[in-house]
């Protein structure tokens, strides 16, 4: 592995010691933490009453962040990773996590949790990927999306550091950055994300579908592909 002097720097929404970041290391490069895109809180209330809905689905940090005092003590919440896990800082709370940190997992979970089916509130972002509601629609789990927060640029907006590629984490800030990164390479969290460079007329160089492995697995292997000789 190249030393770290020598290693490509990649730009990407998270601390310096977020599990991403840690993944990021691993493939070889190294990460660069850059704040772009800050959290905008919402208001609105649970689309359905607390005690109406079998367990609380939480995607995100952020959402979690958001929910957690306004969570009754008891309730059971899925949450789709440890950090989601964390950010909620509740001990009185029944916490669910599934085998890996995605949508399609937790999907899983909710299904081996609660085969009878029911109602779930899901909370999330204002522009998620929307795959629970999707993978739900017509079966005996119904999802109702609780919109959290939203994503938006920062105001003033931070300068892009001097780095060899992004990581582009929603489509928001794949819009926001597809102008900035002509000259370097865009990578993709997720189908979205990627669909999002595509309409912005810069497409990602390559993208991965939201889970560390993949990450890795596509950070090495453009790693390995540009040292690749002639």
Not at 12 to 22: F, T, V
Not at 198 to 224: D, I, V, Y
Request: hydrophobic letters at 45%; aromatic letters at 6%; proline letters at 11%.
């Amino acid at each position: 592995m190249k030393p770290v002097a020598d290693r490509p720097r990649l730009a990407l929404a998270r601390p310096a010691q977020h599990p991403l970041a840690d993944t990021v290391r691993k493939a070889g490069w190294t990460p660069v933490p850059y704040a772009f895109t800050a959290l905008k809180v919402s208001s609105a209330p649970p689309p359905i009453p607390f005690e109406k809905a079998k367990a609380l689905l939480l995607l995100s940090p952020s959402g979690a962040r958001v929910a957690s005092r306004r969570i009754p003590a008891g309730a059971t919440c899925l949450v789709q990773g440890a950090g989601t896990a964390e950010a909620l800082g509740r001990e009185d709370l029944t916490i669910q996590l599934p085998a890996e940190a995605c949508a399609e997992s937790l999907w899983e979970l909710v299904q081996s949790l609660f085969p009878e089916g029911g109602a779930f509130i899901l909370a999330r972002g204002e522009r998620s990927r929307e795959y629970l509601e999707m993978a739900a629609r017509g079966t005996i789990w119904r999802m109702h999306p609780w919109i959290t927060h939203r994503e938006a640029a920062r105001e003033p907006f931070p300068p892009l550091p001097a780095v060899s590629g992004v990581l582009a984490m929603s489509p928001l800030q794949a819009e926001i950055l597809a102008p900035l990164t002509t000259q370097v390479l865009r990578f993709a969290w997720g189908e979205s994300t990627r669909a999002a460079f595509e309409r912005c007329g810069t497409p990602a160089h390559a993208h991965c579908e939201p889970k560390p492995s993949l990450l890795w697995a596509m950070l090495a292997q453009h790693l390995n592909k540009e040292e690749s000789p002639c």
